[in-house]
């Protein structure tokens, strides 16, 4: 069976309305509005699909998942749904598979190779470990600069994570981005600004990039590396 590689078709279609959505002042503050009104009744979904509830916000506010996959365990319940694998590609996109799958004629009960699911399995306990190690980071930083002003580098999943562990106990007085469509925009009620805009106030800055490359990402800008600014990382 020959599949129709779209994949660039549909990464530049998704690019093109990302970016328009971005520019949609109304309906950005019309999903912001929704979200609050619904975080009034601590009720976070937006809406369900056959009663599994759907997580949907505009990616400049936060996206999340309801599920996370290895390629072992998304293999093995399609296989167990009745489909057939025939491709799996985990390189094109990081942090996502694209899957190319067809109903077989049975589906397949047997469980994934005791290889690939330990391999899954030691992963996600890295994972787990990396999660858990970073939040005892963020207390420390929170408990050093309790009440001080600080800066988070980042505005999307890290940025808004980290902000969520320190935020009601230190003084946030910028988040840094350099993405265009949230230039002049604020983010949890603090300003965005340009990482050149780093304000002068800032004591600490805690950085909210992936840690693979958030290192190199940093030190490539003379800007962050004044004096007297601690780094905080993940």
């Known amino acids: ?29 019309q999903s912001l509005d929704t979200l609050v009104t619904l975080d009034r009744y601590d009720y976070s979904y937006l809406w369900s699909f056959m009663g599994v509830p759907i997580i949907q916000m505009p990616a400049d506010v936060m996206a999340t998942h309801l599920n996370h996959f ?21 390189t094109s996109f990081p ?24 391999d899954a399995a030691r992963k996600a306990r890295e994972i787990c470990a990396f999660w858990d190690q970073a939040s005892e980071t963020l207390k420390g930083g929170a408990e050093r600069y309790a009440r001080r002003k600080v800066a988070i580098y980042g505005a999307g999943f890290y940025g808004s994570w980290i902000y969520g562990r320190i935020g ?5 007085v ?10 002049g925009a604020t983010h949890f009620g ?6 050149e805009e780093l304000p002068g106030e800032a004591e600490a800055l805690f950085i909210g990039l992936n840690p693979l490359k958030a290192r190199a990402a940093i030190a490539a800008q003379p800007w962050l590396q004044r004096a007297g600014l601690d780094h905080v990382w993940l």
Not at 8 to 19: G, I, S
Request: proline share 4%.
């Open 1 to 29: 069976m020959t599949v129709a590689d779209d994949r660039l078709a549909f990464e530049a279609h998704k690019t093109e309305m990302a970016l328009a959505l971005g520019k949609d002042e109304a309906a950005f503050q």
């Open 174 to 183: 910028a988040f840094l981005d350099r993405n265009e469509n949230m230039k």
């Open 95 to 118: 942090g996502a598979f694209f899957v190319v799958a067809r109903r077989a004629e049975e589906a397949d009960e047997k469980t994934a190779p005791a290889s690939g699911a330990a």
């Open 190 to 195: 603090i300003p965005v600004l340009p990482p």
């Open 168 to 172: 009601q106990a230190v003084d946030v």
């Open 70 to 90: 290895s390629q072992a365990s998304i293999s093995h319940a399609l296989a167990s749904a009745g489909f057939e694998v025939q491709a799996v590609d985990n």
